[in-house]
Structures are given as structure tokens and as C-alpha cells.
Nanobody, 123 residues
């Protein structure tokens, strides 16, 4: 069982930046995906970005070019650097992990989730 703890959320003005972190503990599969999802009030949880075990990254079109996902394997930490933030980025952001590589954008394949960290962007 993997335990995931997010941090780094907060309130910023449009155009600002935030860096989210996700510390993981417990058994980490060697071939896995780690990702970030977000959920705004009244909306479904949506995929934001993912990183596969080979280091390849993918992004939702809404954040591509503004967000960067990365991980530090030595620290068991996943990051999401968010730049040029927009009010529509306001949501609870969740870190997640699944024990197989590939199809990293598929929410239904993830089985370990953090508690979330709130990001609020004001105009």
C-alpha cells in the first residue's frame, strides 16, 4: 500500500506560480505511473499530468506549456510546477500512483490517492 501526502497548495493571483509536492511512502512499484488530477466544485475529477516509470511525461491540453511534472526518486517525491495560473485552474489537486506503466491518463486505473491540496487562483 502506497501512502501519498500532497503539499504546496495555496491562493495566488492569475499569472502566478505554485509548486505542488507529493511525498510517497510504502511499497513503490518499479514500473508505475504517477500523476496529478484535479477536481473543481461540482465537476468530475480530471487528469492534469502524469509521469511514467521511464520518465516520459504527458499533459492535459488545458495545462500543456504551463505545468511541468517531475519526480525525485531518491526522495520519493512527485512535483507539479504550475506557472501562468488561471482562475480556471482553481481546484483540489490530488497525487496518485498506479502499479503499472502506460495509460497514465486513465483515472480508473489508479488505486492510491492522496488527500489533496487546494489551489485557488483569483483574477
Amino acid at each position: 500500500q502506497v501512502r501519498l501526502v500532497e503539499s504546496g497548495g495555496g491562493s495566488v493571483q492569475a499569472g502566478g506560480s505554485l509548486r505542488l509536492s507529493c511525498a510517497s511512502s510504502g511499497y513503490i512499484y518499479g514500473h508505475n505511473c504517477m500523476g496529478w488530477f484535479r477536481q473543481a466544485p461540482g465537476k468530475e475529477r480530471e487528469w492534469v499530468a502524469a509521469i511514467d516509470s521511464d520518465g516520459s511525461t504527458t499533459y492535459a491540453s488545458s495545462v500543456k506549456g504551463r505545468f511541468t511534472i517531475s519526480k525525485d526518486n531518491a526522495k520519493n517525491t512527485l512535483y507539479l510546477q504550475m506557472n501562468s495560473l488561471k482562475p480556471e485552474d482553481t481546484a483540489m489537486y490530488y497525487c496518485t500512483e498506479k502499479p503499472r506503466s502506460g495509460l497514465c491518463h486513465r483515472k480508473d486505473l489508479y488505486n492510491s490517492w492522496g488527500q489533496g491540496t487546494q489551489v485557488t487562483v483569483s483574477s
